[in-house]
């Protein structure tokens, strides 16, 4: 099992332009969490899905914000236009349930 | 509204040395506590859970403690290592909601 996968492990981009970050769930987890990890707010819920529909998405902070789940296997989270305080450490995880939640090794964006 | 608080911010710890991590959370429908332990560079791993039927689960150095009627459990790690140095996230949930995460606690383990 080769765990949550996610791409790219770091982003830099200029203010302004689409970032798209990208999360291979563990197969046969039907849940999928995106978070955003910050020193000042810590480890924050943006959206989650189960069974590739979106559940809850209030913590998304704006409409620049999106995220989509095609099928089991993918998900991606854009950010269009960034800004630079979008810079953050954002995580996906996955779960069959509770008390199986396995998160990738995250994205490190920077938007200058 | 902060859901679960975690104490301290920071903690220095000697080698062979008890470390001890706080975390209060608010609602009373939570059934499922785990802590994480976050490297740099890493995403959060579980370390260990409890659920509200017990009082305390122990795996190896690491122990929860849980008080339902306080509604604080806690992490303890002992004769902790230079390896143990690390963040640790306390969580809470219920059901198949998600996790709600503390604000982590820096652990630094001295020789």
């Known amino acids: 099992d080769a765990g949550v996968i996610q791409s790219p492990r770091h982003e830099v981009t200029e203010m302004g332009q689409e970032v798209t970050l990208r999360c291979k769930p563990i197969?046969?987890?039907?849940?999928l969490f995106w978070y955003r990890q910050t020193m000042m707010r810590g480890l924050e819920l943006l959206i989650y899905f189960n069974n590739n529909v979106p559940i809850d998405d209030s913590g998304m902070p704006e409409d620049r914000f999106s995220a989509k789940m095609p099928n089991a296997s993918f998900s991606t989270l854009k950010i269009q236009p960034s800004e630079p305080r979008d810079s953050a450490v954002y995580f996906c995880a996955s779960s069959r349930g509770q008390g199986s939640f396995a998160f990738g090794s995250g994205t490190r964006l920077t938007v200058v | 509204q902060q859901q679960v608080k975690q104490s301290p911010q920071s903690l220095i710890v000697q080698k062979g040395g008890i470390s001890i991590i706080n975390c209060a959370y608010e609602n009373t429908a939570f059934d499922y506590f785990p802590w994480y332990q976050q490297f740099p560079g890493k995403g959060p791993a579980l370390l260990i859970a409890?659920?509200?039927?017990?009082s305390e689960k122990k795996e190896g150095r690491f122990t929860i403690s849980f008080n339902k009627s306080a509604k604080q459990f806690s992490l303890h790690i002992m004769d902790s290592q230079p390896g143990d140095s690390a963040t640790y996230f306390c969580?809470?949930?219920?059901?198949?909601?998600?996790?709600?995460f503390g604000k982590g606690t820096r652990l630094s383990v001295i020789a």
């Open positions: 197969s046969g987890h039907d849940y």
């Open positions: 969580a809470a949930s219920r059901g198949n909601t998600p996790l709600v």
């Open positions: 409890i659920r509200p039927d017990v």
